[in-house]
T-cell receptor
Framework: LAKTTQPISMDSYEGQEVNITCSHN???????ITWYQQFPSQGPRFIIQ???TKVTNEVASLFIPADRKSSTLSLPRVSLSDTAVYYC??????????FGTGTSLTVIP | NAGVTQTPKFQVLKTGQSMTLQCAQD?????MSWYRQDPGMGLRLIHY???????DQGEVPNGYNVSRSTTEDFPLRLLSAAPSQTSVYFC????????????FGSGTRLTVV
C-alpha cells in the first residue's frame, strides 16, 4: 500500500497558478495516481488521474516524472472558489484507493 | 441522474443501538465503497465492493458490516453503535477503467451518544 505525503496547507493569491506536490516513494508498478478536491460538508470530487508523464483536463494538469515517486497537481489561475482540501491517492485501479490527510489550499483575494 | 444517494443525512444513536446507512447509485458502477471522515481528518476506507455479491474490508472495518446483493445498493450496518463511531460517512461508486474516479454521496452525519 503506497503511502502519500503532501504539504498540510498552502496559500495562494487569486489568479496565480498553484502547484501541489505529492510524494509516493513506494508506488507500485500497477498503481495509478488520483487527485480529489473536497469542500467543507461535501464529499470529495474527482479531479484527475494519471499513470505517467502529463495528463490535462479542463480543470487541472497532473505531472508525473519518469520515476513516478512524486506527482504535481497544477491548478491554473485559481479563484476563491478553489479554496478546498486536495487529496492525492495512489492505488491499483482494480483495487482500492486510500486517502491521506490532504492539502488545505486557501486562495487569498 | 441522481448519482449516489445516501440516507439518512443526519442520525443520532444511543450507544449499543444498531442501524443501517443506505447507499444507492444509478450509474451502473461496479465499484462501491464506504468511507468515514472524522473532524479535520482525511477519509478512511471501511468496506468496499468490486461487484454484486463481492465485498472486502478496508482500513477500519471493525464494528461494521456490508452486503452487496445488487449493483445499485451497498448498505452499511452498524452492529452496536459506539461513541467512537461518531463521524461523517461517505458512500462512493465508480466504474472500472482508467480515468474514472469515485462519485461520492453527500454523506451521513452520525452522532453516537
Amino acid at each position: 500500500l503506497a503511502k502519500t505525503t503532501q504539504p498540510i496547507s498552502m496559500d495562494s493569491y487569486e489568479g496565480q497558478e498553484v502547484n501541489i506536490t505529492c510524494s509516493h516513494n513506494n508506488i507500485a508498478t500497477n498503481d495509478y495516481i488520483t487527485w480529489y478536491q473536497q469542500f467543507p460538508s461535501q464529499g470529495p470530487r474527482f479531479i484527475i488521474q494519471g499513470y505517467k508523464t502529463k495528463v490535462t483536463n479542463e480543470v487541472a494538469s497532473l505531472f508525473i516524472p519518469a520515476d513516478r515517486k512524486s506527482s504535481t497537481l497544477s491548478l491554473p489561475r485559481v479563484s476563491l472558489s478553489d479554496t478546498a482540501v486536495y487529496y492525492c491517492l495512489v492505488g491499483d485501479i482494480r483495487g482500492q484507493f486510500y486517502f491521506g490527510t490532504g492539502t488545505s489550499l486557501t486562495v487569498i483575494p | 441522474n441522481a448519482g449516489v444517494t445516501q440516507t439518512p443525512k443526519f442520525q443520532v444513536l444511543k450507544t449499543g443501538q444498531s442501524m443501517t446507512l443506505q447507499c444507492a447509485q444509478d450509474m451502473n458502477h461496479e465499484y462501491m465503497s464506504w468511507y468515514r471522515q472524522d473532524p479535520g481528518m482525511g477519509l478512511r476506507l471501511i468496506h468496499y465492493s468490486v461487484g454484486a455479491g463481492i465485498t472486502d474490508q478496508g482500513e477500519v472495518p471493525n464494528g461494521y458490516n456490508v452486503s452487496r446483493s445488487t449493483t445499485e445498493d451497498f448498505p452499511l450496518r452498524l452492529l452496536s453503535a459506539a461513541p467512537s463511531q461518531t463521524s461523517v460517512y461517505f458512500c462512493a461508486s465508480r466504474r472500472t477503467g482508467l480515468g474514472y474516479g469515485y462519485t461520492f454521496g453527500s454523506g451521513t452525519r452520525l452522532t453516537v451518544v
